[in-house]
């Protein structure tokens, strides 16, 4: 009864972390509408990841803390830093030109880039289901795509930085498996964060200086909210799930924060629902549960063919 529980909290802290990234979406995606999107994203990994490093330091909540080597850092710069700090523009960019649900839903389609990225196709069951989940993600992003093609060129660019973003994600997630070898999930998380804010911190200034920067009450709520409830609580809800449950299961809660964005971003921008988001959504997320679950082989399927 009692690891029935620990399921059930371990389910509900995932609902949890879709519910809280699908309102970090629909901030952020409200914040770059005034706010200059590289300084953003900038000075928010820079504090989330102080924070979170804090959090390593003097507490015991997300393990033991280890001071990283010279090699690390530099590992921890150059493929988590770099990649996180380029995923991080590309992404606020593509929130300020286009919907918020639309963003969140490329970047669940990252699952499916991974795998693809994992594996050339092979002649067995395994590679076709992974390649059919493939087709299925790619259809359900030029679904979301096609309508952005007749509606306008700022919208077309919106949803190309979307795909692009979504690229980038699973590249930055291949890296930080690599970077996981050696530190924890946590250690990595907090190093790139901050480090990834440093890269984008002066040229952030730099849109400071040609544009200026709106300070109020709202715009600082909105943004605290984002370091903390969209970056500092979920992702150390996010590594404690990862040591309990496997990868596989733990990432198939990734498909319910474009929904989670949707509604966040309806309710609070007023976004539409359409039908066309839904029939992407769908074909995408098949997708990726597709690739990402351990389906039994289909009876008398030759393991090649």
């Known amino acids: 009864m009692s690891q029935q529980k620990n399921h059930t909290a371990i389910a509900g802290s995932l609902l949890l972390v ?8 629909t901030g952020t995606k409200w914040l770059v509408a005034t706010w200059p999107p590289i300084w953003t994203g900038g000075i928010r990994l820079f504090c989330a990841g102080l924070l979170l490093l804090a959090v390593l330091r003097f507490t015991s909540l997300l393990g033991e803390y280890r001071a990283v080597t010279p090699q690390q850092r530099w590992q921890l710069w150059l493929r988590g830093g770099l990649s996180l700090a380029v995923y991080m523009v590309t992404y606020n960019w593509a929130l300020r030109l286009t919907a918020a649900s639309h963003v969140a839903l490329y970047i669940g389609a990252s699952p499916v880039w991974n795998l693809l990225w994992e594996e ?8 076709a289901r992974r390649y059919g989940a493939a087709l299925l993600a790619m259809t359900g992003v030029v679904v979301l795509f096609w309508p952005a093609v007749q509606t306008g060129s700022a919208s077309v660019l919106g949803e190309l930085f979307g795909l692009a973003s979504s690229i980038l994600w699973a590249n930055f997630s291949h890296q930080m498996r690599v ?3 050696d530190l924890s999930g946590a250690e990595v998380a ?6 990834s804010g440093i890269l984008l911190l002066p040229f952030g200034l730099g849109e400071i ?24 609580i979920p992702y150390a809800l996010w590594n404690n799930a990862l040591g309990r449950w496997r990868t596989s299961r733990v990432v198939l809660f990734n ?21 066309t988001f839904a029939a992407a959504m769908i074909l995408i997320v098949a997708g990726v549960v597709l690739g990402q679950t351990n389906w039994p082989k289909v009876p008398e399927t ?4």
């Open 302 to 305: 030759p393991e090649s063919f």
């Open 18 to 25: 879709a519910f809280l990234w699908g309102g970090n979406n």
């Open 179 to 181: 970077l996981s070898a």
């Open 120 to 127: 050339r196709p092979q002649r067995n069951w395994a590679s």
């Open 209 to 232: 200086a040609v544009r200026g920067l709106a300070i109020n009450a709202r715009l600082l709520g909105v943004q605290g909210f984002c370091i903390v409830f969209g970056s500092v």
């Open 255 to 275: 498909n319910l924060i474009p929904l989670s964005t949707m509604a966040w971003a309806h309710y609070f921008l007023g976004e539409p629902v359409t039908s």
């Open 190 to 195: 907090a190093q790139t964060m901050w480090m």
